[in-house]
């Protein structure tokens, strides 16, 4: 058991240093475009898919028109709204080809990366960076006993969540009135 306890506390030192590096510059910007936007579409893959998917469904929870960019009932992206799309490596061919399509739009793409030079972050207008070793990519990252992207999915996923909760405190919304809007059929 004590290889539990050590490998757990690993993880979370890790973790740990990834939000001690993160970069706060484009924390306002991603805010302001979060209460700007009414509609807002996200799109993600893998592991990274799951924890957007997750925070999707917290944006639909404080009342936005939030839209999974691979369902199909996904309607046409605008001029008016948000596309956000997380991509480890900023290398990713189809996501990358989905980014030139949004911007086609005219939408505000935001991208999460752990690589803010890569190519498809240097299409987004708000890059969100989360400095983790992620599958594929290499650079100035917090390294890793963790198997391939493991580090940045799980840094995206609390990423997500502590923007999400910036979010309900920036506005004053309030708890009751999330836990209203959360699906009822359960």
Known sequence: MSEFRDLSSTVVAEL????RRVPLDNIDAALDALEK??????????????????????LTHFGKTVHWGWDDTTPAVTKD????????PSNIPHLHYIAEKVKETGATLLVATAVPDGPTA????????????????????????Q????LFEQS??????????MLVRRTGARFEDLVARHRNFE
């Open 122 to 145: 240097e299409l987004a207008d708000i890059v969100l960076t989360i400095p983790a070793r992620t599958y594929g990519a290499d650079g100035d990252v917090v390294d890793t006993v």
């Open 147 to 150: 198997a391939m992207g493991s």
């Open 156 to 165: 995206l996923w609390i990423f997500w969540d502590v923007l999400y909760l």
């Open 16 to 19: 740990g240093e990834v939000f």
């Open 37 to 58: 936007h009414r509609r807002i579409f996200v799109l993600g893959i893998g592991r990274e898919g799951l924890g957007s998917k997750a925070f999707a469904m917290r």
């Open 81 to 88: 709204d948000l596309f956000i799309m997380p991509t480890g």
